[in-house]
């Protein structure tokens, strides 16, 4: 299957394809409902000034815009899915186009919803939320009014509306610059050929078996990198500021504090991740000692890191056997969630082959009304397989979380989004090491675990202790120029990866190449998303059966809680280090588990 031809879409076997009719039936039932929405929008801006005129009438606001929200989500999510099939054909680019004008003038129209909830005197709304009216949106509204402390005037709120296209040109400059006009030299690879070096193909090199082939790719990145360090430099600045200035303006006690409140996260759970990854970092530094031994290297640079340790599995894995082995690896979830994983199969939920003009990757998408559907590029690699098994993780969360909760609590939130596909691949993960005598097929398993803990826990963790110490600076007046960066990445880098790593210092210009800094403290959700599930598959391959209901509570929670509660229902407290911990624990395990088959 890994080299089969590139199909047209027509040619794609019906049975390997979604079943975006179930969603709608014919086109023009599809520009019914989109015609629907200005009526439904209308509805909606009826209640505008009259929110505080009873609990009936903040009931009745409240389910207007839910019913134009869940029906929007219903007609974008046909229109982009249709779009993906096939990038190249203009009528299913044109709904997505339709759609987003759409949302994107309805944005503006009800902009004032939240800001007039907010408005409410306090006794009043103290008055509203008593009512048993208003009993089912009660968390919601006091959701919503959490931010209370933090929103500004109308005037100040307007000024800052405005202004929010602006104070993003950092960003947007960094993301030009990154992605449109850099350039990078010609690489000879492996073959002899010639190739531009590129972002997409960056990995490619860095994974060679030759080593000067990937210190040639590394040494080219970073290179171009330095060339501009002092613009890229100047983008970060600004956007680190820009944060700062957000969380001053808005009375929050850091900027740190300000991206974590939407999630209502307490900044321990941030700092206590930093502070539980270093307690671990000997386990890196044993690991990064194996992969110099195994590739006869006195010591690794960082462009060593990721060439592989054992020879690529060249497993053909045909789709039937991979919706199999991803069948049996979830069995330990018992009944109900196999038989909805054969729903998702014969109900036709996954998109599977590649096909010409097709979107790339993998990713689960989906809305209330729908199948949360999985567009895959299968190639029946090993890797093929893990995909399948991630992205149906997340389907199926969607897939509970829909099922059990009424719309308006049904999403759940970013914080917990990768933790059911995660535990799903160490689920995998556990099924295939017990049912292979394959060494090299083992060997390749616990490669795959390592990089993932590695690049997930390690990686993410030593990029959000970056960030953490940037915005810092930041809230001291202390300009971010490239010396200071460049110092501060290197010295972070030398502390993460050990003596056993001989780091030249071209990684210190990593942090010019991260577009993740730009996100404001995101990348700590990675770290904490993929101890969670090393804990929860312990607890689901266990077998008790009180852990596996509290796992599938998190999975019908949808936010119909907070975060760290629903994560503590589930068996795990992230409010403490230990799950970081056991989850290196396992990394340090599999350290070992990898020398006695490899040395």
């Not at 974008?76 to 759609?99: G, Q």
């Not at 030009?176 to 997409?200: C, M, Q, S, Y």
């Amino acid at each position: 299957m890994s080299s089969h031809k590139v199909l047209e879409r027509k040619d794609v076997p019906t049975e390997m394809t979604w079943d975006l009719e179930a969603l709608y039936a014919a086109p023009g039932d599809w520009e019914k409902d989109f015609a629907a929405i200005h009526d439904l929008a209308d509805k909606f801006m009826a209640f505008k000034g009259r929110l505080a005129e009873s609990a009936a009438v903040l009931r009745a606001a409240i389910e207007a815009e839910d019913a134009m929200e869940r029906l929007a989500e219903k007609v974008y999510t046909y229109a982009h899915l249709r779009s993906d099939e096939d990038t190249r054909h203009p009528e299913n680019r044109s709904r997505v186009d339709r759609a987003q004008t759409l949302f994107a003038e309805i944005s503006g129209k009800t902009a004032w919803f939240d800001p007039e909830i907010m408005a409410i005197p306090e006794t009043r709304m103290t008055e509203l939320l008593a009512s048993p009216e208003l009993a089912f949106y009660r968390r919601s509204l006091e959701e919503l009014l959490r931010f209370r402390p933090h929103t500004l005037s109308e005037k100040e709120e307007r000024i800052l509306g405005l202004s929010s296209d602006v104070m993003g040109t950092a960003a947007k400059t960094f993301s030009v610059l990154n992605n449109a006009d850099l350039r990078f030299p010609e690489i000879t690879a492996e073959n002899g050929k010639t190739i531009e070096l590129t972002h997409g193909n960056y990995l490619k090199f860095l994974e060679s078996a030759d080593r000067t082939v990937r210190q040639a790719a590394f040494e080219a990145m970073y290179d171009t990198y330095a060339k501009l360090r002092n613009t890229f430099a100047v983008t970060l600045d600004g956007t680190v500021k820009k944060h700062v200035l957000a969380a001053k303006l808005r009375h929050y006690p850091s900027a740190l504090e300000a991206a974590l409140f939407p999630d209502n996260v307490p900044k321990k759970v941030y700092t206590e991740l930093i502070r539980a990854v270093h307690d671990k970092l000997p386990a890196l530094h044993k690991y990064i000692r194996l992969r110099a031994e195994i590739l006869k290297l006195d010591k690794l640079d960082m462009y060593d890191l990721f060439t592989p340790l054992v020879p690529e599995c060249k497993l053909e894995i045909p789709w039937e056997q991979a919706k199999n082995s991803v069948r049996a690896a979830l069995m330990p979830l018992g009944g109900e969630y196999c038989a909805t994983l054969d729903q998702a199969f014969d109900q036709r939920w996954v998109d599977v082959l590649e096909n010409r003009g097709k979107r790339s990757g993998a990713y689960s998408s989906g809305c209330y009304d729908s199948y949360p559907y999985l567009l895959l590029n299968y190639h029946g690699t090993l890797n093929d397989v893990f995909t399948l098994a991630h992205e149906l993780g997340h389907s199926l969360h969607s897939f509970y979380s829909h099922r059990e909760q009424d719309y308006h609590y049904a999403d759940y939130q970013i914080f917990v989004a990768e933790v059911a596909s995660t535990t799903n691949e160490l689920l995998l993960h556990d099924y295939l090491m017990k049912n292979t005598g394959d060494r090299k097929v083992q060997a390749y398993l616990l490669c795959h675990l390592l990089n993932e803990l590695r690049g997930t826990i390690y990686r993410q963790t030593q990029f959000a202790e970056f960030e953490l110490w940037m915005h810092q600076q930041a809230e001291k007046s202390v300009p971010l120029n490239a010396d200071l960066l460049s110092r501060k990445y290197f010295d972070l880098n030398a502390r993460y990866y050990g003596a056993g790593a001989a780091a030249g210092r071209r990684i210190e210009l990593e942090w010019a190449r991260i577009p993740h800094f730009y996100y404001n403290f995101y990348v700590y959700k990675y770290a904490t998303g993929i101890s969670a599930a090393v804990e929860l598959s312990r607890h689901i391959l266990s077998g008790e059966a009180r852990k596996i209901r509290a796992y599938f509570s998190f999975l019908k929670a949808g936010d119909s809680k907070d975060v760290l509660d629903i994560m503590k229902d589930a068996g795990v407290d992230l409010s403490t280090p230990e799950p970081v911990h056991a989850a290196l624990d396992l990394f340090n395990t599999t350290v070992d588990q990898l020398h006695c088959l490899l040395t």
